[in-house]
């Protein structure tokens, strides 16, 4: 089996974490720009990390045989910073030409602050116009409420929920996005977000339609091989092959397009020939 870890922060992890991955077969994936644990006073701090993960971390991930894309927008917790606020949204739209962008994200709400309503806002706008999916941040604490908000202001703007996953999803809210129309993206940690064992659960419940599955791995207790882990549980608890296969690979290519990830054909014919 072979895996698109469609939500990993890969800036975070140090190169033999790439070989274990690698390892475990993951081939390809989605680094969101977020918050790196430490506020950004200038504008220019961002501007240099979304080259960094657009430039070098693509190299370093293609160094270990991993394809690397990003998304790129302004994290909900430092759209209430107002040193950096309004001059990272200006800057977007150049980097939302980059090859390298699958979509716009994470963006969202963390406090569910008015400032983070009007940077979500202006990003969904900005996603509309240049056609390019939304990677939805929902908030850790109230998350049912943020989620909903989340929901109903895309739904204001008349965004495609197709075109719109919202993250880091739990037992409280999946049903919720996916009643809406909305991607449903699934973040599984050792011991917070949801663990293995919940999103087996969740997978039972709601198959394959519309479910995206990823580790974030970020600064913090994390794991970068959630993705097979919890494929392996899966098939353990006797899911079928060709519906994980679906979860883990078919479905971040389907959400952020096969034109715009442009895979090597190689990757193509394998996951084709593992279905």
């Not at 409280?172 to 909305?182: N, P, R, S, V, Y």
């Amino acid at each position: 089996m072979i895996y698109i870890d469609p939500h990993i922060h890969c800036i975070s992890r140090v190169t033999d974490d790439y070989d274990a991955m690698y390892l475990h077969g993951v081939r390809a994936v989605v680094e969101p720009s977020f918050w790196l644990g430490q506020p950004r006073t200038t504008p220019g701090t961002f501007r240099d990390y979304f080259l960094m993960i657009l430039e070098w971390e693509r190299e370093r991930a293609a160094s270990h045989g991993i394809e690397h894309r990003c998304t790129i927008g302004l994290n909900p917790k430092e759209a209430n910073d107002s040193r950096v606020a309004e001059p990272v949204l200006e800057m977007l739209p150049e980097f939302l030409q980059h090859e390298g962008v699958l979509a716009v994200g994470e963006l969202g709400y963390d406090a569910i602050t008015e400032a983070e309503e009007k940077a979500y806002i202006a990003q969904a706008k900005m996603a509309i116009e240049h056609d390019l999916p939304i990677l939805v941040h929902t908030p850790h604490r109230d998350k049912a409420r943020g989620t909903q908000r989340s929901i109903d202001v895309l739904k204001d703007l008349g965004a495609n929920p197709d075109t719109v996953v919202i993250d880091h999803s739990t037992e409280e809210t999946t049903k919720m996005i996916l009643d809406a129309g909305f991607w449903a993206g699934h973040t599984v940690y050792p011991n917070t977000k949801l663990t293995p064992e919940r999103f087996v659960n969740l997978f039972f419940d709601f198959g394959t339609e519309k479910m995206l599955l990823n580790s974030s791995a970020d600064w913090g207790e994390a794991d970068p091989l959630n993705v097979p882990k919890t494929a392996a549980l899966l098939e353990k608890r006797g899911a079928e092959r060709e519906a994980i296969q679906k979860l883990v690979w078919d479905n971040p290519v389907q959400f952020f397009g096969a034109d715009r990830w442009n895979l090597p054909d190689s990757l193509a014919a394998e996951a084709a020939a593992l279905a």
